[in-house]
């Protein structure tokens, strides 16, 4: 995570110094501000749905200090301030910053460029508390979700120019710099409201007791008829969604759907075959690939329970086998729209779901039984390495980068469709012989039971 860190800073480091100077050559007749302005309020509302996922509400061990005399006022603006020197508030920093030098030194109005710096600051500081507030809440993000997706079509589609509204509201503040105390209005009222509510819930009785769920059961009845696979099936349902890990690597899966538009959209990419069929794997590969590299880790805090169970071990890998397949097939129907840019893109991704179905749910299953270390099904699916070993890492060559390969190999010589038709028989063939794998890797987890049970008996 350090390191990551330390990535973004100079990302964003560099670009907030280079910016200027690359938009220029790129662009001669544009004026590099309105044009970074003109995208102001895309990057306004992906910062808030990145905190949302990845951003931890600060966090200290408050129960003690409740009983010691310390105003409660001075907890709450304690943990209010201690957010704002969050790492997620310093990133944008290190462009807008940068940037803003750049402008001044290139003759640009320094009251002006000042007024728009602190306009910057002040709107991720907003963009902070914010995120408080709708922390949590599944409906907000997908608000925000729909809001920033929304916006995107809008201007791609051409049915409204959302960069020239974003770009009238930003120049009119470098032209206008009073209008900063719109956005410090804005994070006055977000700061009390935060002051507020954690006020409210700053009580030793409520820091000490037990919290009581209402328990909420959904009818699977409807799996009953997949036979001795059903209870392992509307087992594993259960666990991602009652789970928070879980819940977040299935709604991401969904995501992952729009993978493809990074490269689908851009000329580059068209020249570049092999780069476009690895966005196809990602299209429809979401859920096999981020939740099947941690089979049967999901189980661990359980593992040894269930194989104490008299259960068949073949049913029970077939049945994670089974769910990896139906989420891909139903990643595949939701990815029809890439029939806007072409049969060619479209034959890609229903290649590269052949594969993922009858290849890669194979070579996750056979990788799971190596896994070894445990995993908190209730910690955030964001930025959480746990469970994570350098298997995760060497995966990547069989899943992703050998279809590739193998595209790529069949292409240079064949073309395209027989690129294609390489990897989709591939994975027809997994698919046919399905079941003589399935054994095989059976027999592996029952070899390896013991081991399993012992690492995941193991505490972190």
Not at 44 to 69: A, E, N, S, T
Not at 101 to 122: C, E, F, N, R, S
Request: charged share 10%; with cysteine; net charge positive.
């Amino acid at each position: 995570m350090g390191f990551f860190a330390l990535y973004m800073m100079l990302s964003f480091l560099a670009l907030g110094i280079g910016s200027f100077f690359i938009l220029k050559k790129t662009m001669p007749d544009s004026d590099p501000l309105q044009t970074v302005n003109s995208f102001l309020l895309f990057a306004v509302f992906g910062d808030l749905i990145f905190r949302y996922l990845m951003q931890k509400l600060p966090v200290m061990d408050i129960k003690p200090l409740l009983i010691l005399p310390i105003r409660k006022t001075k907890l709450v603006h304690y943990v209010l301030g201690k957010s704002t020197f969050s790492a997620f508030n310093i990133f944008s920093l290190f462009f807008y910053i940068p940037f803003a030098v750049v402008l001044i030194t290139q003759d640009y109005d320094t009251t002006g460029v000042l007024g728009w710096l602190a306009t910057m600051i002040l709107l991720t500081q907003c963009g902070n508390f914010t995120n408080f507030i709708i922390n949590k809440n599944n409906i907000a993000f997908w608000g925000l979700a729909t809001v920033l997706i929304g916006t995107i079509g809008l201007q791609y589609f051409g049915i409204y120019d959302v960069t020239t509204l974003s770009q009238s509201i930003f120049d009119g503040l470098v032209a206008n710099p009073i209008y900063v105390v719109v956005p410090f209005g804005l994070l006055i009222i977000l700061y009390i409201v935060n002051f507020k509510v954690l006020k409210g819930q700053l009580f030793l009785d409520d820091a000490i007791k037990e919290k009581v769920k209402e328990a909420n059961t959904v009818d699977l009845s409807w799996a009953n008829r997949f036979g001795e696979m059903a209870p392992f099936i509307k087992n594993e349902i259960r666990l991602i969604w009652r789970n928070k890990r879980t819940k977040t690597v299935f709604l991401m899966s969904f995501l992952f759907v729009l993978y493809g538009l990074i490269f689908f959209t851009q000329e580059t990419y068209q020249k570049m075959p092999a780069m476009l069929v690895f966005a196809s794997l990602f299209v429809t590969g979401g859920f096999v690939l981020n939740y099947g590299q941690f089979i049967p880790a999901w189980e661990s805090a359980y593992y040894k329970m269930l194989m104490s169970q008299n259960l068949s071990y073949r049913k029970y890998i077939e049945s994670k086998w089974f769910l990896m397949s139906i989420m891909t097939t139903i990643l595949f129907v939701l990815a029809t729209p890439y029939l806007y840019f072409g049969l060619d893109i479209y034959l890609m991704i229903a290649a590269g779901a052949l594969f993922n179905v009858g290849c890669n749910t194979l070579v996750l299953l056979y990788a799971g039984s190596f896994n070894r270390k445990q995993i908190d099904l209730n910690a955030s699916g964001f930025g959480n390495t746990q469970g994570t070993s350098a298997k995760q890492f060497i995966i990547i060559i069989p899943v992703m980068l050998v279809p590739v390969g193998i595209f790529y190999g069949v292409y240079f010589f064949f073309g395209l469709n027989a690129g294609l038709m390489a990897i989709a028989t591939l994975g027809f063939i997994g698919l046919v012989s399905k079941n003589y794998f399935l054994n095989l890797i059976t027999q592996k987890y029952i070899r390896d039971k013991y081991a399993a049970i012992s690492a995941f008996n193991q505490k972190a």
